[in-house]
């Protein structure tokens, strides 16, 4: 036995902080990041269509990784975080640039919130302490092994009623849609966990291949480059969509192991076969050295560089949903 963490990367890299003090100096010092060229405007959320929809392949996004999923009749919570900051304390740490775009008031009833991982960009206290005290009883959480004490400690009452669902990499959770199944997959991909100093991958991170036979949807969760997208991309056939995180990339010497950058995030697109993408992961929380912005300038130079299309790996704004067509409609509509 190692007395090592629990957890480790499939790839063998392994990602933690070192380094984070000759970042913080350097970044001080060239006072980065920048502020964004542009504002970053959110647009009002169509509550009308969110409320009602039992139907329609949907994704709104909340903003930085948060986003409502609707697949049949199925209302899943992507990790969500409606705080003023992404930080453990509510004085200091990373601030919202904009308001969610959708807050904890506004969401639907949510049947289940899904967890990628427990950095604090991602499992928020208060927001999950929101989401479980809906009208009509808290939603299952699907959470990464090794989060589960987590929810004991946080949401006593949602973890003595089993709705914590705890996950190692390629468990299925299976979920009743309005007509069928939904299947949920949590699939290892390179990051990392820690809450404190103290608790380096002592609980699982990964991203989600979320299955239904009408639509196949995958979320990247946080992640660095690696042969796991591929293996997925190989594993599951391909997906209509997936949400992918572009953002939180410099300074490379520091951030490479743990987030993809644009470029790399569309090589992740190819490797999962996905027939669209769509950027999440940035916008939101300045959380590294480039500007807010400037994550889809990037991704569009990417696009243009492999001579794809700029509709196939888009970003919204925040509060914007998108509706995906079932299988031989149109790929996706915009809402007006
Ligand atoms: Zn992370």
């Known amino acids: 036995m190692s007395d090592g963490p629990p957890y480790s990367n499939r790839s063998g890299i392994d990602v933690h902080g070192t380094g984070t003090g000759t970042w913080m100096v350097q970044r001080t010092r060239e006072q980065l990041p920048r502020p964004p060229a542009q504002p970053i405007v959110g647009i009002s959320p169509d509550l009308a269509f969110i409320h009602a929809n039992r139907t329609d392949p949907a994704l709104t996004w909340i903003g930085h990784s948060s986003m409502l999923l609707q697949i049949d009749g199925v209302n899943l919570l992507i990790d969500p975080v409606f705080s003023a900051r992404a930080s453990p304390v509510r004085f200091a740490g990373p ?154 990339y410099e300074p490379r010497w520091f951030m490479q192991a743990q987030h993809v950058n644009p470029e790399e995030a569309v090589q992740v697109m190819l490797d999962v076969n996905a027939r669209e993408a769509i950027g999440v992961h940035w916008g939101t929380f300045a959380l590294t050295d480039e500007p807010l912005d400037q994550p889809p300038r990037d991704l569009a130079a990417a696009l243009t560089a492999r001579g794809l299309p700029p509709d196939r790996f888009r970003v919204m704004r925040h509060g914007e949903t998108r509706r995906f067509g079932l299988p031989g409609t149109p790929a996706a509509v915009d809402i007006p």
């Open 95 to 248: 601030k919202r640039h904009q308001p969610p775009g959708l807050s904890a008031d506004q969401l639907p009833r949510i049947d289940v919130v899904v967890l990628s991982h427990n950095h604090y960009d991602h499992l928020d206290r208060r927001s999950m302490r929101d989401v479980a005290r809906q009208t009509g009883g808290p939603p299952a959480f699907i959470v990464p092994r090794g989060t589960e004490s987590w929810f004991a400690a946080n949401l006593p009452r949602a973890a003595r009623d089993a709705r914590v669902i705890g996950c190692a990499w390629d468990d299925v959770v299976r979920w009743p849609g309005r007509t069928r199944e939904l299947e949920l997959h949590f699939l290892s991909v390179q990051h990392w966990s820690n809450r404190t100093m103290l608790d380096h991958n002592q609980s699982l991170w990964g991203s989600w291949a979320i299955v239904h036979p009408d639509f196949r949807f995958w979320y990247s969760g946080d992640l660095g480059y690696s042969d796991e997208p591929r293996d997925i991309g190989a594993r599951f056939g391909s997906f209509d969509v997936a949400a992918i995180a572009i953002g939180a």
